[in-house]
């Protein structure tokens, strides 16, 4: 059979091999990019879903618009503004099946084989993958614990006139990273500047463990003019409330979410009703803010415990920034006093050891650095997360 | 802001402008592709979806394998068994988000920009239209009241080398024709004979008004040795259980799933396993054959009266084969008696009469046939649609 040419530019994950692996009886998994099932508040859900199914049966179950169900277009908007972004309107964001659908439409709206993008080096697997699928040409903008380097990113933007560059700013999968204030702005001001395109994915800026993060650049944007027109925002309720029922929204101008708006009726016609009415039921019964307070309260403490033992049994042969928020550690590994220096080589000896992990390398568009892993600590508890790394311990002083 | 090239092969919808008008008071509308809400089995939905939330409430709200939820998988194959098609694994199928992400699925595996594809004149507009985005060059074959001509579509075939022929066979949108037994069989061997890709759309099969239809191309595959490498079946809940779910299904060679999956995990990762665990437990719960019968009686009622008040109201101005399943009227003005003519024309009067209904034209991929037109009966009761009917009648007399 004769596929798409566009299929060319893919290659099957690396990591789904590694996942099939993850079935092993009693393997600790630090691999996994998801939130913990046991902190989801199904008794909430199904009382939204229920009140869906009792007050608007019709609408709940029948076809929708493409662009969303207006009242959770309307809660939407007003959770982006109880976060700091103040002007978003209903009509001013699409619902999108899974934030993942949002990067599908921005690629099949905006990149004509061989355009350029810009990503973060690392970023997130499936955004490669998504925009290459589309024919795009990756350029990758380091990263360091304070986000994406922007003064290296104005220089790739002024060489390579980027189609857009797509940026997961709040504690970013997988570096863990959040982009400071000030380099907020500078994106902000070099969008203007360049007119170039940001596309600001946000699935974990809610899960913060101390202070709250800097406002998104969304937010921001209101104090930098013009910038608003060349800003995209992707929300996610994946991380927040459930993967399960996929539902996202994109914040875009006027222009894109229209073509966006048309790409989606053919892509699945509208995100599940069913799926939308109990988001917005769900919003609408104020249990968020409860929510986001527990599982904050509840990845504060793992990642906590992850740190402590990854210093503990990992001494100077690792070294990360502590995160301040999301799922994931992003570490590398230092080869101190001779120790496995490749993340590859590590992840296979760590999982014969009972505990698994992502190598970093598929997270870069271009130019691995082996050297790194990604470590999640959403699904395990403080014990689990104590005896895992115990393991990468001992791995280590196999390796 | 500069698009995608790829958005220069669509226009907007002429129907777009259409329905913004259906919002006007009073109006009954025949235009919709929609079933009726007041017929979801919304006591059943809810049971199921409590069930999957009670049951099973980490799957049903996490995140899952982009094939699909696997008592999902399981249950619907078990339907396809019921209807005929026995050799339908659960491994042998992927769930998609709704059969519209089954369209988007095949374009994006298979269709470079410039390949050729056959579809049926008239046929599904977001067909058209989604193939068209992936660079699909579209050739028509003609369709009659016993489906497409497959002698011409064999010349076609011949001629052409399509990468696939897309066919609606039973109960067609917007043609409501059902490919007879004959032309099946047909249809699987040339399908042997050309080494040609064949996609059957399924979502109208089992909304038949009489006697069952004949077997799905799909069920009669195992008739016509080596056809079933060369076929792709989709299949959907839409129309027979609640489009909202967005829960659609396709059948398709190992190979061609497998790189459909793929392009599924970077288009929305996986359809809502919320939607997909309730559907699991409807399906599960054994109620699909009673609410099957009991929409395809009132839906048979309602065709009975459009059929009849058609002939009543509009005589030999107008030409329709009465259709035996589905849920639409495919008719031509005949012009008879200097009698308008032409559908777009029709529908402008019709609509100040106070009745819609969508002109055929967008429905034809090339060469449209311009004194055509659809008219759905499925959501106006029988009253409703003899007075709609009336109206067109009071247009027809006065265009």
Redesign the interface.
């Given at each position: 059979?004769?596929?798409?040419?566009?299929?060319n530019n893919?290659e099957?994950s690396a990591i789904r091999e590694l996942f099939k692996l993850l079935g092993k009886p009693g393997i600790i998994s630090f691999a996994g990019g998801?939130?913990d099932?046991?902190m989801?508040d199904?008794a909430g859900?199904?009382e939204a879903?229920?009140k869906a199914?009792?007050d608007e049966?019709?609408?709940?179950?029948?076809?929708?618009a493409t662009e969303g169900y207006n009242p959770l277009r309307e809660q939407l908007a007003a959770f982006m503004a109880s976060k700091g972004a103040k002007d978003v309107t209903p009509e001013g964001l699409i619902v999108t099946?899974?934030s993942?659908?949002a990067?599908?439409l921005l690629g099949?709206?905006?990149?004509?084989p061989g355009?350029k993008v810009i990503v973060e080096g690392p970023t997130f697997l499936?955004t490669i993958?998504?925009f290459r699928?589309?024919g795009a040409q990756l350029i990758s903008a380091p990263v360091d614990g304070n986000g994406v380097d922007t003064d290296q990113l104005e220089q790739l933007i002024a060489e390579h006139k980027p189609?857009f560059v797509y940026l997961i700013p709040t504690f970013g999968n997988p570096s863990g990273a959040l982009l400071n204030l000030e380099r907020r702005r500078k994106v902000l001001e070099m969008a203007v500047k360049h007119q170039t395109?940001i596309v600001e994915d946000d699935p974990y800026g809610d899960l913060y463990f101390g202070d709250a993060p800097p406002p998104s650049i969304l937010a921001l944007s209101a104090q930098v003019p013009g910038s608003r027109e060349y800003l995209v925002h992707c929300g996610s309720m994946?991380k927040v409330l459930?993967?399960?029922?996929?539902v996202g929204w994109m914040i875009a101008?006027a222009?894109?979410l229209a073509?966006a708006t048309?790409?989606k009726?053919?892509?699945?016609?509208?995100?599940?009703?069913?799926?939308q009415?109990?988001a917005a039921q769900y919003l609408k019964a104020g249990r968020m803010p409860a929510t986001l307070a527990r599982v904050r309260k509840v990845y504060a403490e793992r990642a906590q415990a992850m740190g402590g033992a990854l210093k503990k049994e990992l001494g100077d042969a690792i070294s990360f920034v502590q995160p301040q928020g999301g799922l994931f550690f992003w570490a590398s590994l230092t080869g101190a006093g001779g120790k496995v220096k490749d993340g590859n080589e590590f992840a296979k000896t760590a999982i014969e050891k009972g505990v698994a992990f992502v190598p970093g390398t598929p997270f870069y568009a271009v130019n691995p650095d082996h050297s790194t892993l990604r470590l999640s600590f959403a699904t395990a508890d403080v014990a689990k997360i104590e005896e895992g790394v115990g393991r990468l311990g001992q791995a280590m002083s196999r390796a």
């Open positions: 059979m004769q596929f798409a040419d566009r299929l893919v099957t998801f939130p099932s046991a989801f199904v859900i199904k879903s229920d199914l009792t049966p019709g609408a709940a179950l029948q076809y929708g099946t899974g993942q659908q990067l599908d099949k709206t905006l990149i004509s355009d499936a993958q998504c699928l589309y189609k395109l994946s459930s993967p399960g029922l996929r101008p222009e894109l073509k048309m790409c009726q053919f892509s699945d016609a509208h995100t599940s009703t069913f799926a009415a109990t």
